[in-house]
């Protein structure tokens, strides 16, 4: 009797087990929000100013704290607004600080429908205006020439002419000031002696 049951459950019990592995299948299927697209864009470069970095997924997100991130390749972090959804699907946040040419990392973290918490990051370059010119340094200042010797040796050899000059004509006052001492002595001693020579006379 349990045999014939068996044979008759048995049928019911296949179909139910194919249904329930396509059921988990499918549940495995919406459980994860796969990306799209990002911007930018993982290939090429962003020429011109970046104004927002986003990240668009096949189903509806939700946010959640961090939703999106972007730092340079050296780990500076650059300042976004609020990250937003667009048409629920769409991750995006505006940029607070101009990015420069160089590499760059944008991190997302969203809720999928399923309530999962999933996490990814993309890298993508910045390049710098094409033909830009490249900012020169201040001019070294020029070497100064090389000057001849004779001016200086010319100046040194007046400076010592100027100074022998000057020492001759203090040594020649000197020599008028001791004349002008030696002159009233001499005379006032010729005057003395013809008083006495007069004087033996009378």
């Known amino acids: 009797m349990l045999a014939c049951w068996r044979r008759r459950l048995a049928p019911a019990l296949v179909v139910v087990t194919a249904a329930g592995l396509v059921a988990t299948g499918a549940d495995l299927a919406w459980a994860h929000a796969e990306v799209v697209s ?85 890298a993508f370059r910045i390049a710098g205006a094409a033909g830009a010119p490249v900012a020169a340094g201040p001019a070294p200042a020029p070497a100064p020439p090389d000057q001849p010797r004779w001016p200086v040796l010319v100046a040194i050899a007046l400076a010592l002419a100027a100074g022998c000059g000057a020492a001759l004509v203090v040594q020649r006052g000197l020599r008028a000031l001791r004349v002008t001492d030696v002159l009233p002595a001499a005379t006032s001693g010729d005057d003395e002696s013809r008083r006495t020579h007069a004087e033996s006379k009378h």
């Open 38 to 122: 990002t911007y930018p864009s993982t290939t090429g470069a962003v020429h011109g100013r970046l104004t927002h970095v986003a990240v668009r997924f096949d189903d509806n997100v939700d946010l959640v704290p961090g939703s999106l991130t972007l730092a340079t390749d050296l780990g500076v972090s650059v300042s976004l607004d609020r990250p937003r959804l667009v048409s629920g699907r769409e991750l995006r946040a505006e940029l607070q600080d101009e990015a420069g040419p160089g590499s760059y990392v944008a991190g997302w973290r969203i809720r999928a429908d399923d309530g999962h918490i999933e996490s990814g990051t993309f």
